[in-house]
Antibody, heavy 122, light 107 residues
Framework: QVRLQESGPGLVKPSQTLSLTCTVSGGSISTDGYYWSWIRQLPGKGLEWIAYINYSGSTYYNPSLKGRVTISVDTSQNQFSLNLRSVTAADTALYYC??????????????WGQGTLVTVSS | DIQMTQSPSSLSASVGDRVTITCRASETISNYLNWYQQKPGKAPKLLIYSASSLQSGVPSRFSGSRSGPDFTLTISSLQPEDSATYYCQQSYSAPDTFGRGTKLEIK
C-alpha cells in the first residue's frame, strides 16, 4: 500500500523559502493516472490545496499563492518537493502531501502523508 | 474559486443516531464532490468520492448522496469512533477547494 512521508524544517524565518519533500513508498510515483499534491491546513482556516505535479512534470498551482510556489518531482528517488518563497507568518500551517487520483469521474486525495508543521517566525 | 459551504459547523449526537452533514457549492460541480474524515492529530482520510462512491475499507454506515445543489454525508448508525471533523472537497474546477469542516462529537 502506498505511503507518503513529508520531511523538512519545522521552522522558517520570514522572507525565506519553505522547502519540503514528500517520499513515496509502497508504489511508484511514475504511475499513470496519479498526480502528487501539496495541501496545507491553516490554523482555524481549513484546508487549502497548493499545487500538484505528475511524474512527467506537468504542474498546476493555486493562483492564490501568487507565483511563490514551485513543485518538482524526482522519479529516481520516488519523491516530490515543494518550495514556497517569501514566506510570512500567514504561511504557518500543517503541510500535507497526498496522492491525487484523477479520472473522468472526478479527482480525490488518497492517501495523505501524516503532515508536517511549519512555523514561520524569526 | 468555487466556495464550499458546509453545515452544520458542529454537532453532537448519540451512539446509534443517524447523522447528516451537508455541503453546497457556490456553482455547479456535477458529482465531483468528495468527503473526508479527520481525527485529531491525523491526516484526512477519504470516505466518499464522486458524491456517492464508498472508498474501499470504509464502513458501510457511511454514505453520500446528492439532491440538486446539496451534497449529503450520512452516517446511518453513529459509532464512538466516528467522532471527528468531516470535510467536503470539490474537484470540478481547479483549484480544488474544501469546506470549512463539521466537527462531530459523541454525546
Amino acid at each position: 500500500q502506498v505511503r507518503l512521508q513529508e520531511s523538512g524544517p519545522g521552522l522558517v524565518k520570514p522572507s525565506q523559502t519553505l522547502s519540503l519533500t514528500c517520499t513515496v513508498s509502497g508504489g511508484s510515483i511514475s504511475t499513470d493516472g496519479y498526480y502528487w499534491s501539496w495541501i496545507r491546513q491553516l490554523p482555524g482556516k481549513g484546508l487549502e490545496w497548493i499545487a500538484y505535479i505528475n511524474y512527467s512534470g506537468s504542474t498546476y498551482y493555486n493562483p492564490s499563492l501568487k507565483g511563490r510556489v514551485t513543485i518538482s518531482v524526482d522519479t529516481s528517488q520516488n519523491q516530490f518537493s515543494l518550495n514556497l518563497r517569501s514566506v510570512t507568518a500567514a504561511d504557518t500551517a500543517l503541510y500535507y502531501c497526498a496522492r491525487e487520483r484523477r479520472s473522468d469521474y472526478g479527482n480525490y486525495f488518497d492517501p495523505w502523508g501524516q503532515g508536517t508543521l511549519v512555523t514561520v517566525s524569526s | 474559486d468555487i466556495q464550499m459551504t458546509q453545515s452544520p459547523s458542529s454537532l453532537s449526537a448519540s451512539v446509534g443516531d443517524r447523522v447528516t452533514i451537508t455541503c453546497r457549492a457556490s456553482e455547479t460541480i456535477s458529482n465531483y464532490l468528495n468527503w473526508y474524515q479527520q481525527k485529531p492529530g491525523k491526516a484526512p482520510k477519504l470516505l466518499i468520492y464522486s458524491a456517492s462512491s464508498l472508498q474501499s475499507g470504509v464502513p458501510s454506515r457511511f454514505s453520500g448522496s446528492r439532491s440538486g445543489p446539496d451534497f449529503t454525508l450520512t452516517i446511518s448508525s453513529l459509532q464512538p469512533e466516528d467522532s471527528a471533523t468531516y470535510y467536503c472537497q470539490q474537484s470540478y474546477s481547479a483549484p480544488d477547494t474544501f469546506g470549512r469542516g463539521t466537527k462531530l462529537e459523541i454525546k
